[in-house]
Nanobody, 123 residues
Framework: QVQLVESGGSLVQAGGSLRLSCAAS????????MGWFRQAPGKEREFVAS????????YYTDSVNGRFTISRDNAKNTVYLQMNTLKPEDTAVYYC????????????????WGQGTQVTVSS
C-alpha cells in the first residue's frame, strides 16, 4: 500500500484560495489512481476529485468543477488540490486517497488513506 500525508489545510475567508498537498511513499504510487475526498461534521465522506497515474485524466464532482484542480508530480511523489473561490460549504476535513482503477467515486474504491487536513472557510 501507499502511505499518504496531507498538508496545507487552514482557515481562509470566502473567495480565497488554498493548495493542499499529499506526500506519498511506497513503490506503487506511480501507478496509482489518486483522489481527494472531504467530510463535514454529520455528513458522509464525499468524493471531490481524482487523477489517473499519468496525470492525463481527471474527474471532479459537480460542486467543485471549475474551482478546484487536481494535479500530480510523480517525480516528487506528490498530489495536489488547488482550491479557488472557496465557499463556506467547502468547509470539511480533506483526505487524500490512492486506488487502482480510475473512475471510482466511493470511498471503497480507494484502499490507502491519509490522516486528513482541516479546511475552514469563513463567511
Amino acid at each position: 500500500q501507499v502511505q499518504l500525508v496531507e498538508s496545507g489545510g487552514s482557515l481562509v475567508q470566502a473567495g480565497g484560495s488554498l493548495r493542499l498537498s499529499c506526500a506519498a511513499s511506497g513503490r506503487t504510487f506511480r501507478t496509482s489512481v489518486m483522489g481527494w475526498f472531504r467530510q463535514a461534521p454529520g455528513k458522509e465522506r464525499e468524493f471531490v476529485a481524482s487523477i489517473n497515474w499519468s496525470g492525463g485524466r481527471t474527474y471532479y464532482t459537480d460542486s467543485v468543477n471549475g474551482r478546484f484542480t487536481i494535479s500530480r508530480d510523480n517525480a516528487k511523489n506528490t498530489v495536489y488540490l488547488q482550491m479557488n473561490t472557496l465557499k463556506p460549504e467547502d468547509t470539511a476535513v480533506y483526505y487524500c486517497a490512492a486506488g487502482l482503477t480510475f473512475g471510482g467515486i466511493r470511498p471503497a474504491d480507494f484502499d490507502s488513506w491519509g490522516q486528513g487536513t482541516q479546511v475552514t472557510v469563513s463567511s
